[in-house]
């Protein structure tokens, strides 16, 4: 049986924000958590130890990708993923769902699962819920996540429905499937219902019913605005089991986690960091850098001043910016270094201020 657990050890008085441990077979993670992106088995850029340095707890990887290039069978050979990318920490893989919707030029879904054609070679391939929870299971992700329809923006009412009614179907077909394997992995539900509150409801109530050891937001920050988003999210939560992980996928600005926490979200991802560090932009406590401006050339001062990262002790602007400039790849480690340590920690303070009840 399963050696998880989650237990909430503070609530919030004053929101609906609250301080957890949850135990994974790789260790316990501490939330609200930031999960750094690694969807080809690698933090770009980074290394195992620089993750472990800057504190990363958990990262997130990919199924679409991964089963795509290297194949499954490669990462089976080596026990894992954990092995095979020499990550001992906690792993959880998306289901590859919105990869195959976003990426994949030629699809067809049916009741079934999702016929696609690879976006590396064309060659074509099927994936159905049982398929994607395998997948999974053979990488050893901590948490695996069922395939599912993400739903996208604009989108209509009876269209999300539609693809609420496969996702839900999809969900019922990954669980009996995860449950029939007794492994210790954990699969969550993914909530889906576009920007429509009923329908949020309405696949809230579906997936609890099935009892997942805990949930997903998925189908947000798809190009809808900010205030939607908030809306959704605050509105969706409340038909979520209290003692139970919840994660809203894709979701990692600074201004955006803060809200989630607030609304008792416990787990974010996003590419962001690591993405806007290739484009020379990076977080600081006063506001977003573009390090390419001409106005850091001669600029001694490091990225961000109040920042105690590696990048942040050792380095200038003046420097990173030359690293930018001249393409080298020490410039894109140093800056999606201090991103990635940025968001850690940024979320690290608000648990700290749930736990001291300076609450949010
Ligand atoms: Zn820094």
């Known amino acids: 049986m399963s050696t998880f657990r989650f237990d909430i050890i503070k609530k919030s008085s004053r ?9 994974t077979p790789h260790g316990v993670i501490e939330t609200p958590v930031f999960m750094t992106v690694g969807t080809q088995g690698t933090v770009k850029s980074l290394t195992p130890a620089m993750l472990e ?19 499954v069978d490669l990462i089976r050979e080596f026990g894992g993923l954990h092995r095979f990318m020499n990550w001992n920490r906690p792993i959880l893989t998306d289901s590859g769902g919105y990869q195959v919707f976003s990426l994949s030029g030629m699809r067809k879904i049916t009741e079934q699962g999702v016929t696609f054609k ?42 999300t429905n539609a693809d609420l009614e496969i996702t839900y179907k999809w969900a019922q077909r990954a669980k009996d499937h995860w449950e029939a394997q007794s492994t210790n992995q954990w699969l969550f539900g993914i909530v889906q219902g576009g920007m429509y509150l009923e329908l949020r409801e309405k696949s809230a109530r579906q997936l609890t019913g099935l009892d997942f050891p805990g949930y997903s937001l998925g189908g947000l920050s798809v190009g809808e605005p900010r205030e939607l988003m908030e809306s959704v999210l605050s509105h969706t939560v409340q038909f979520l089991p209290e003692n139970k992980p919840r994660y809203v996928m894709g979701v990692g600005l600074p201004e955006n986690l803060s809200h989630a926490i607030a609304q008792g979200i416990d787990m974010f991802d996003c590419v962001i960091p690591t993405r806007l560090a290739r484009h020379g932009h990076a977080f600081s406590s006063l506001g977003k850098i573009n390090i390419r401006n001409q106005k850091y050339q001669k600029d001694q001062r490091p990225l961000d001043p109040a920042c105690a990262c590696y990048t942040c002790r050792y380095f200038s602007r003046a420097y ?41």
């Open 320 to 360: 990173l910016r030359h690293l930018m400039a001249a393409n080298e790849i020490l410039g894109l480690t140093l800056m999606s270094y201090h991103n990635v340590y940025y968001l850690v920690h940024f979320v690290e303070a608000i648990r700290a201020q749930i736990l001291s009840s300076e609450e949010l």
């Open 15 to 23: 929101s609906r924000a609250r301080a957890g441990l949850l135990y």
């Open 118 to 159: 690879s976006h590396l070679d064309g060659s074509p391939h099927f994936f159905s819920p049982e398929k994607v929870v395998d997948l999974q299971v053979g990488f050893g992700s901590d948490i695996m996540m069922p395939l599912d329809i993400c739903s996208g923006y604009p989108r209509t009412p009876e269209d």
């Open 53 to 71: 340095e800057i504190g990363a707890q958990i990262i997130l990887s990919n199924t679409y990708h991964l089963a795509l290039r290297p194949g």
